[in-house]
């Protein structure tokens, strides 16, 4: 395991994602500041956070449940960027953009979480 969460790739990428999608929320209407564009941001911010204090855990069964939020995390994202989208906030290249930081992303959790298991039984 790596010795600080911000040695780990996939929480690099989350950062990157958080900056991705405060970049997205800005173009968001300013009716949906206490709707969308908060819960975009807050679920983003919640990825680096679960990647960051699973990492910090002293066992890789907890680093392994907070990897799985954070994926839940990013599901979440996902939606409400597609939502964002079919309500015309955003156009097909933002979202586009987002969307393959998000698969990217969830492909690098689901490695990190498959090699903790490995190591570790449940």
């Not at 990897?67 to 599901?75: I, Q, T, W």
Request: charged share 30%.
């Amino acid at each position: 395991m790596s010795s600080h969460f911000k040695d780990l790739i996939a929480w690099q990428k989350a950062m990157d994602l958080v900056e991705e999608i405060y970049r997205l929320t800005d173009a968001l209407p300013a009716r949906e500041h206490y709707g969308l564009s908060n819960q975009l941001r807050r679920a983003a911010v919640s990825v680096a956070c679960n990647i960051a204090e699973g990492q910090a855990r002293y066992s890789r069964k907890d680093f392994r449940h907070f990897l799985r939020v954070a994926k839940g995390s990013l599901a979440e994202i996902e939606t409400q960027v597609l939502i964002a989208r079919r309500l015309g906030y955003v156009n097909q290249d933002s979202c586009d953009r987002c969307l393959e930081r998000i698969k990217e992303l969830g492909r690098i959790l689901a490695g990190l979480i498959s090699s903790l298991r490995i190591h570790e039984p449940d």
